[in-house]
């Protein structure tokens, strides 16, 4: 008997929120786990005299499921989505449709959008952010692959979602092949791009401040009322404050090496392959490749000498100026992560709604903060802006953070307390606001010794010179091209 509105396989904690959020907004959900001992832990637990259809096998799940069928993955990325989709299309009919909802990589999801269509089968790769408790109250949700199967998968995805104080679901159609999960990537760069930065912030406060864990709680307490809000500045609050059942504060006792599964260095891999400078998110990638070379750092400290960490200047005012500083990084973090998008937009022919973006991203995931919906006014007002940083709104806040931005980054230096995320943004603001840069150096050198040509500020664009710059060089020039 065909009673329920969409199958589910994989019974780790997402999967197991998500079916209980689908089940508290009124739909019947099917679920499968190739671990058959965990349905029935979760029917007898959790799924306990709820609308939820425990299975035994992909037979069964499919043979419950309504028409046209859906049934959503949300298992491990790589082989395991390959193989869940061979086991289930044997059984599936024209127009039923797979979902991937797990962090796989927008290449792989491109391909298996190609095949499953190519078997008559629709098929959606869609971002799912907020972690554990996301999926149980409302993710973010950025669905792309198939544009037929979205119809079909609007009403279950839209009411699950996060929805904003307005009331719109913070999750919509994304774009063709594997744009719902690129969108999904830029947002996880970004991501690791705010807690670089705000970890920057702390590390400022205290080693450089000796602020205590009290007193910086109280101050990201303040910062959460006010221009910062946001997920992350919520949490980190929080864990400053915590301490154990023995009274002892709980982030001084964990250990100074961070992990990473993947999704910022595909994030950077992608900036690379595009050209774009995504250079923010790129140094936080880096800063967790160096936390985890524990061991060398330990070593290091013991020969490698720098300044004194003592602050001489007004605290207060430098706290103020720390505020400022994250905002004008935070507005830089995202301005790089929509120039990525938009590059990838041009390449690979999506339709993308950048306000649209933002306004998923506006609730329930990692990254969700009053801030996004500035980002949504910025391309309501102009849906063809080439960078944040242009929009009056974001344009006015850098320029009125600028003096507070440098101090930050030159007390920083001074202490000798890495800021590679800040500084990168400052950086990365300096050099987008330089109407020349020292590129036209760096040219003449590929061309003294690879005879790569240059353009000239006295010719047209296009037209590429070379120069024998040792009269031993002869006139053959090297073939111009981009990487």
Same mark, same amino acid.
């Given at each position: ?331 830089? =973090? *995202?301005?790089? +992560? #929509?120039?990525?998008? !938009?590059?990838? %937009? $041009?390449?690979? /022919?999506?339709?993308?709604? &950048?306000? @649209? ?69 400052? =950086? *990365?603001?300096? +050099? #987008?606001?330089?109407? !020349?840069?020292? %590129? $036209?150096?760096? /040219?003449?050198?590929?061309? &003294?010794? @690879? ?33």
């Amino acid at each position: 008997m065909s009673q329920a509105d969409i199958g589910l396989i994989g019974l780790a904690v997402m999967g197991e929120n998500l079916i209980l959020n689908m089940e508290s907004k009124g739909f019947t959900v099917a679920c499968f786990n190739r671990t058959v001992s965990k349905v029935d832990d979760f029917m007898n637990g959790r799924a306990k005299g709820k609308n939820i259809i425990g299975c035994h096998s992909i037979e069964q799940l499919v043979a419950v499921l309504k028409k046209p069928r859906k049934i959503m993955l949300m298992v491990k990325a790589g082989q395991a989505v390959d193989d869940f989709i061979e086991l289930c299309l044997p059984h599936l009919e024209d127009g039923d449709i797979l979902i991937d909802g797990g962090n796989s990589h927008f290449p792989d999801t491109t391909r298996r959008t190609q095949y499953v269509q190519s078997k008559g089968k629709l098929y959606i790769g869609t971002g799912v952010s907020g972690g554990e408790e996301g999926a149980l109250l409302g993710p973010s949700i950025m669905p792309g692959g198939s544009p037929a199967a979205w119809p079909q998968v609007k009403p279950i995805f839209q009411r699950i979602a996060a929805h904003t104080a307005e009331g719109e679901p913070c999750c919509d159609w994304v774009g063709e092949n594997g744009a719902g999960h690129f969108v999904k990537m830029v947002h996880n760069g970004i991501e690791y791009g705010d807690m670089q930065m705000i970890c920057e912030i702390y590390h400022l406060m205290s080693q450089g401040l000796a602020m205590t864990n009290d007193e910086m709680h109280k101050v990201f307490a303040e910062w959460n009322a006010a221009e910062l809000d946001s997920y992350l500045i919520e949490i980190t609050r929080d864990i400053l404050a915590y301490k154990d059942e023995e009274g002892k504060e709980v982030v001084d006792l964990i250990l100074d090496t961070a992990g990473q599964k993947g999704t910022g260095k595909w994030t950077v891999v992608a900036a690379l392959d595009s050209g774009q400078p995504l250079t923010l998110i790129s140094e936080a990638v880096f800063s967790r490749c160096l936390s985890a070379i524990k061991d060398e750092r330990v070593k290091a400290a013991k020969v490698l000498k720098g300044p004194k960490r003592k602050y001489r200047g007004n605290k207060a005012a430098f706290v103020n100026d720390l505020r400022a500083a994250l905002y004008a990084s935070k507005i830089v =973090s *995202y301005a790089q +992560g #929509y120039q990525l998008m !938009r590059a990838a %937009a $041009n390449e690979y /022919q999506w339709n993308l709604n &950048y306000g @649209g973006i933002a306004l998923m991203w506006r609730g329930g995931c990692i990254i969700r903060s009053v801030f996004l919906g500035k980002i949504r006014d910025a391309f309501a007002n102009n849906p063809k802006l080439d960078n944040l940083l242009l929009d009056p709104f974001f344009k006015e806040a850098t320029e009125k953070a600028q003096q507070s931005w440098r101090n930050v980054v030159i007390a920083a230096v001074k202490l000798g307390i890495p800021v590679p995320a800040i500084s990168a943004a400052l =950086s *990365y603001y300096d +050099g #987008y606001r330089s109407k !020349r840069l020292p %590129a $036209n150096l760096l /040219q003449a050198q590929r061309d &003294y010794f @690879g005879a790569h040509t240059y353009e000239r500020v006295d010719k047209p664009r296009g037209q590429f010179f070379h120069t024998n710059w040792t009269g031993r060089g002869g006139s053959t020039s090297a073939s111009t091209y981009t990487v």
